[in-house]
């Protein structure tokens, strides 16, 4: 029955003169100085995501002209290493052949390059592991090899051996005619 | 003040920690219980104030350092940066610049109450003290940080600032050349500058922690001047100074934000948003608004040396004012000479402010003039920042210390409670003889 008391409930606040209006205020200007401070706190902490002008030179060109077969070049996007790889058809043919082998993060061949673009192979040259940069043509699968820990990437950049949980991963990018690309 | 702690641990953990840490007494007993004047007005609210200032100017500052690059090649550019291409870096910046202005407002504020109410005389006056050397860290933390965005304005200041040492006898070029790490206001000395700014606000709270703790021991000054004498005198800081410093900071901060959001560069010169160059100086050269008297008393005097110790002297001035100041009666609430008087300095003080601002042979009333005074027009800033100078030290050193022992204070109430029971003039016969009690 205590819905059909009118007024205040009197043993809440015994003491006070007009104590439901004094709480209210308090509670109203807590909120609104929690508000401001919450308002605040975000510009506070967004401003140490990218800048404007680091956005800005997020994405890059690249001329696969300079890329010979059997050959790497590394180039520097957002920071890190990008392997840009012009692989030979015996290099293009093991990734293939082993599209079905007992892989740690399975991916066939083909969904690691652009259609019909299967020489041109391009990484973000980071090890998955704790972001070495791996080497060149390194480990057992003529792929690369992992200077820090070991681990060992087949010619299709896909983690064979060695502690990396994830195969090198593919950027986003895409042909803009065809001998260059444009990758972010 | 300083006596009993009323603080009884509740929980079992807060026991366990107040044997260990009595950290939670400590808060309680300065900021719930503290026993605090129960007629302080919002004069009074100027200390919560500061204390927010400094922590928004801390806070700001250091995302901007994040941000920052502290090289003569680099600087500008990094501040431009900072407004356009940072998140937020606007609002921060703009924080940060207008809120050194509004630091320096809220100080000016809360020296002139000081100076109305007596708040430095015994037993403050190691508080007083200690609040001169938070001035004066202030005004060095101001200076550095206005080199750092490296414009015109910047580097001129700069040039000027140090070259003021430069009069210095003997030593004066030698300590400038240590000063600038070179023969000139360079990159050496905008990096150390970097790194004095971001030291020195520390060094500020630091000393505000024992500012706070001087404050603690006599306790709160108040409107009448009067001590504490019983405790129906007093109210809990808590809720009444906190609510009432909390409504204070509110308005504060609109006036803040209006600046921040509305005029961001309305205190601050058109000339520093071009990149510092050392082969020519800006047509009009000024410091921040908050130096301006300083740099007219600087200006007023002919002589490089004497000039310079002026300046130097009109800070110093202010560490002796207790023993300066001979008036038994604090308040100036019953001093009604020494009120006329006090209004007189803080014109001096906005007409020297004005004077700064202004070059020395400008005209004070335009097209008059024409006579010719020594080494100057009449009518030019320079004489009329030598008259609020002649007047700004006069104050200190022969009004206030002569009018202590002339004048006749008003009766003063015998305690907090009386004045508001009874007006000053129908107060018992027993209350004129209280300036002799020390107030």
């Keep these: 029955m205590a819905d059909t008391v009118a007024g205040a409930s009197p043993d809440l606040h015994a003491s006070g003169e007009d104590p439901n209006r004094r709480d209210f205020i308090h509670i109203a200007a807590g909120v609104a100085a929690l508000g401001a401070v919450g308002g605040l706190a975000w510009p506070f902490i967004d401003q140490m995501n990218p800048a404007g002008d680091t956005l800005a030179l ?3 060109e690249f001329d696969l002209g300079k890329v010979v077969e059997g050959q790497q070049v590394v180039v520097k996007w957002r920071g890190k290493p990008l392997f840009v790889r012009y692989r030979t058809a015996k290099e293009i043919e093991a990734a293939i052949k082993d599209d079905h082998a007992d892989l740690r993060d399975p991916a066939t061949d083909e969904s690691r390059h652009k259609p019909g673009k299967a020489q041109y192979l391009v990484l973000v040259g980071v090890c998955t592991h704790l972001g070495c940069v791996p080497t060149f043509q390194g480990g057992d699968y003529g792929g690369w090899l992992c200077p820090c820990h070991g681990s060992v990437y087949d010619t299709s950049g896909r983690i064979r051996k060695g502690p990396a949980p994830l195969n090198l991963a593919v950027p986003d990018y895409a042909f803009l005619s065809d001998s260059k690309i444009k990758v972010g | 003040m300083s006596g009993h702690s009323t603080y009884e641990p509740k929980s079992g953990f807060e026991r366990w920690l107040d044997s260990r840490l009595p950290i939670i ?8 219980t503290f026993p605090t004047p129960k007629n302080l007005n919002y004069w009074w609210t100027f200390g919560g104030v500061l204390s927010l200032m400094l922590g928004i100017q801390i806070v700001t500052g250091i995302i901007l350092a994040m941000h920052y690059v502290p090289n003569a090649d680099l600087a500008f550019n990094s501040v431009e940066h900072i407004r356009r291409d940072v998140n937020y870096g606007w609002l921060v910046q703009f924080m940060h610049a207008n809120g050194a202005s509004m630091f320096f407002l809220a100080v000016y504020i809360h020296i002139f109450r000081n100076l109305y109410y007596g708040s430095y005389k015994a037993p403050r006056e190691v508080l007083w003290i200690l609040g001169c050397i938070i001035y004066l860290l202030m005004m060095a933390t101001g200076f550095f940080g206005y080199v750092l965005p490296w414009g015109q304005m910047s580097f001129h200041g700069a040039v000027v600032i140090t070259n003021l040492i430069g009069a210095i006898p003997v030593v004066g070029p030698s300590i400038t050349t240590l000063l600038w790490g070179g023969f000139a206001v360079d990159n050496p000395t905008l990096n150390r500058f970097f790194s004095l700014h971001y030291l020195l606000p520390f060094m500020i709270a630091g000393v505000v922690g024992l500012h706070i703790w001087a404050l603690h021991v006599p306790g709160n000054n108040n409107p009448t001047g009067v001590n504490v004498k019983s405790e129906t005198d007093t109210v809990p ?4 100074y906190t609510v009432k410093d909390g409504f204070a900071i509110s308005v504060f901060l609109i006036v803040y934000a209006a600046f921040v959001f509305y005029m961001p560069d309305a205190l601050g010169d058109a000339a520093n948003y071009i990149k510092a160059n050392p082969l020519q100086t800006p047509q009009h050269i000024v410091p921040e608004w908050y130096l301006l008297p300083f740099y ?17 002297a009109a800070i110093g001035t202010l560490f002796v004012l207790p023993w300066l100041d001979t008036s038994k009666v604090r308040s100036m609430r019953y001093r009604p000479t020494a009120r006329i008087y006090y209004f007189i300095f803080i014109l001096a003080c906005l007409v020297l402010g004005v004077c700064g601002a202004h070059a020395p042979d400008d005209l004070v009333i335009p097209h008059s003039g ?3 005074f020594l080494d100057a027009d009449l ?33 003063v109430p015998e305690s907090i409670s009386s004045p508001v029971l009874s007006h000053p003039a129908s107060a018992p016969a027993g209350a004129v003889a209280s300036p002799e009690k020390r107030g």
Excluded at chain 2, 237 to 240: E, G, K, S
């Design chain 2, 237 to 240: 800081f808590h809720p009444y």
């Design chain 2, 379 to 411: 009518d030019s800033y320079v004489w009329l920042s030598r008259i609020g100078a002649l007047y700004y030290f006069a104050y200190f050193w022969v009004i206030t210390p002569l009018l202590g022992l002339t004048e006749t204070p008003l009766p």
């Design chain 2, 370 to 372: 024409g006579v010719q």
């Design chain 2, 25 to 32: 007494r400590f808060a309680n007993d300065t900021i719930i």
């Design chain 1, 58 to 60: 997020a994405s890059i």
């Design chain 2, 296 to 312: 007219a008393i600087l200006r007023a005097v002919p002589n490089k040396l004497m000039g310079v110790l002026g300046m130097f």
